[in-house]
T-cell receptor, first 111, second 111 residues
Framework: RKEVEQDPGPFNVPEGATVAFNCTYS??????FFWYRQDCRKEPKLLMS???SGNEDGRFTAQLNRASQYISLLIRDSKLSDSATYLCVVNSGGGADGLTFGKGTHLIIQP | DGGITQSPKYLFRKEGQNVTLSCEQNLNHDAMYWYRQDPGQGLRLIYYSQIVNDFQKGDIAEGYSVSREKKESFPLTVTSAQKNPTAFYLC??????????FGSGTRLTVV
């Protein structure tokens, strides 16, 4: 089983809709979780950290489900500018590094 | 403003040639990383360094070398032993339990 798995998509969503996608992780000892956004041919940028209690930043909501070992990202009232690839990143704390990246979910917001 | 600077943005390598990618950060971060990203793929760890004068191999270190003589700098050399070097190279740094900050990347192409 891969350490961090994401549905690659693409998710084609009309503007204004709500979209959600998940990321599953295999290491139950994972300690911290992040969502990154990557635009085409650009570097990834931190979108939000994912806390145990869940957290919200404007139209974006991140949730953590430790029992089922997944994190989720919900985008409400989607904008054309939300089109990007969303990377799930998990810190399992193992060894000296421990950050593992998913391959990303490609989101396309359509007018 | 603090950040990570990668240079050059685009680099062309001839067969059998060594090339060095620059990465400089002024964030006072202890840990620095090099990742490689191929089209449609996730990030793969090449090398990382948690402290000056020390670095560790990542998952795909063969054909690459690094140095960490200063806290601010973590250059990556792509040697002639790397048979398929064409990719997008990303440098990152982090501190504590926070997520990565990435540089804008270097696109390396073999000609």
């Amino acid at each position: 089983r891969k350490e961090v798995e994401q549905d690659p998509g693409p998710f084609n969503v009309p503007e204004g809709a709500t979209v959600a996608f998940n990321c599953t992780y295999s290491n139950s000892a994972s300690q911290s979780f992040f969502w990154y956004r990557q635009d085409c041919r650009k570097e990834p940028k931190l979108l939000m950290s994912v806390y145990s209690s869940g957290n919200e930043d404007g139209r974006f909501t991140a949730q953590l489900n430790r029992a089922s070992q997944y994190i989720s990202l919900l985008i409400r009232d989607s904008k054309l500018s939300d089109s990007a690839t969303y990377l799930c990143v998990v810190n399992s704390g193992g060894g000296a590094d421990g950050l593992t990246f998913g391959k990303g979910t490609h989101l396309i917001i359509q007018p | 403003d603090g950040g990570i600077t990668q240079s050059p943005k685009y680099l062309f390598r001839k067969e059998g040639q060594n090339v060095t990618l620059s990465c400089e950060q002024n964030l006072n971060h202890d840990a620095m990383y090099w990742y490689r990203q191929d089209p449609g793929q996730g990030l793969r760890l090449i090398y990382y360094s948690q402290i000056v004068n020390d670095f560790q191999k990542g998952d795909i270190a063969e054909g690459y070398s690094v140095s960490r003589e200063k806290k601010e700098s973590f250059p990556l050399t792509v040697t002639s032993a790397q048979k398929n070097p064409t990719a997008f190279y990303l440098c990152a740094s982090r501190t504590g339990g926070y997520g990565y900050t990435f540089g804008s990347g270097t696109r390396l192409t073999v000609v």
